[in-house]
């Protein structure tokens, strides 16, 4: 008798122990933390409308994008991604054949965690897997093809929320990774992420508006001027630039992490991709 009870409190124990180490927990308290800090500085912006950024804070400039949308500019590079999307390989098989139901709404799973890798896998990465499990070459990252690549897949998602998922040990380091560096103060001028997106956000800085963090991981590439491509760890290259830090490489381990963790704070929200930046 006297056994069985600390058997039951041993496994009580356990797991304990077990729920305390789920790691979906400190992830989803991070983002809804945020979610009410925004909340507090936005009260008249409804959460749907973060993934305008900037534009969700000037009714005016929100109706100039919805009218340059209707037309969009790019759709010619839009199409010349079709085209690379839609033409086979050599051994006959299209990207389609990679991906779940032909590649619909699939890119608000990226990034992902490969957890026999123990890496994080941005959706950049799945392309270049599947051509290379296809025996063609593969796409420079940051590069205007792939660019333009994955403009046309990503718009195979538009509308899907966005659904990154962080779970077990691994998946939780590569987001805390990101979100130390999200936080770190960089460059001469001495700014993190945060101190623009999350302490800085509403505020201007010279003509620029700074948009809130949620809601900045779901729209990408954008085309900036309407014609000029720009991918998301291209951002993070120009946001860096901008304070006199030194950029890392795209691809890098340390800006898939960013991805990572900055796209996982943007989940339930809609992706719409490609979208216009002036
Ligand atoms: C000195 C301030 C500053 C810092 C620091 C900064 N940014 Fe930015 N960022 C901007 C400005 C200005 C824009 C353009 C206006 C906007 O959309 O917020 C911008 C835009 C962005 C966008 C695009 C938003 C959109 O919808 O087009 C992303 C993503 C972004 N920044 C991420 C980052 C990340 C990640 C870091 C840290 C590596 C960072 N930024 C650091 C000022 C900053």
């Not at 940051?142 to 966005?162: F, I, N, P, Q, W």
């Not at 770190?184 to 623009?196: I, K, M, T």
């Not at 779901?218 to 309407?226: D, L, Q, Y």
């Amino acid at each position: 008798m006297k056994r069985k009870l600390v058997y039951i409190i041993m496994a009580g124990l356990l797991l304990g122990c077990a729920h305390m180490g789920t790691s979906h927990i400190k992830p989803e308290e991070d983002r809804s933390a945020m979610i009410n800090l925004y909340k507090q500085i936005f009260p008249n912006i409804k959460f749907e409308d973060y993934i305008y950024g900037a534009l969700a804070m000037n009714p005016d400039a929100r109706s100039q994008y919805d009218d340059i949308m209707a037309f969009p500019p790019y759709s010619m590079d839009l199409d010349k991604g079709k085209k690379m999307w839609e033409t086979p390989f050599k051994n006959g098989k299209k990207f389609s054949s990679c991906f779940p139901d032909g590649g619909k709404n699939v890119a608000g799973n990226y990034p992902a965690f490969d957890n026999a890798a123990n890496r994080v896998v941005t959706f950049e990465n799945a392309i270049n897997a599947c051509l290379k499990a296809n025996g063609e070459a593969e796409l420079k990252y940051g590069e205007k093809e792939m660019g333009l690549l994955t403009a046309y897949a990503r718009s195979l998602s538009d509308g899907m929320k966005v659904n990154v998922k962080v779970e077990g040990s691994g998946a939780l380091a590569a987001y805390e990774k990101g979100k130390k560096y999200y936080a770190a103060r960089n460059g001469q001028l001495n700014f993190s992420c945060r101190s623009c997106h999350v302490q800085g956000s509403g505020k201007f800085i010279r003509m620029d508006q700074l948009s809130m963090m949620i809601g900045q991981a779901s729209h990408w590439p954008e085309f900036r001027g309407g014609t000029d491509i720009v991918t998301l760890q291209g951002r993070f290259k120009q946001c860096e630039k901008n304070v006199r830090a030194k950029p890392k490489a795209a691809n890098s381990e340390e800006y898939n992490n960013l991805e990572y963790y900055l796209t996982y704070m943007s989940n339930g929200l809609p992706m719409q991709t490609p979208v216009f930046r002036k």
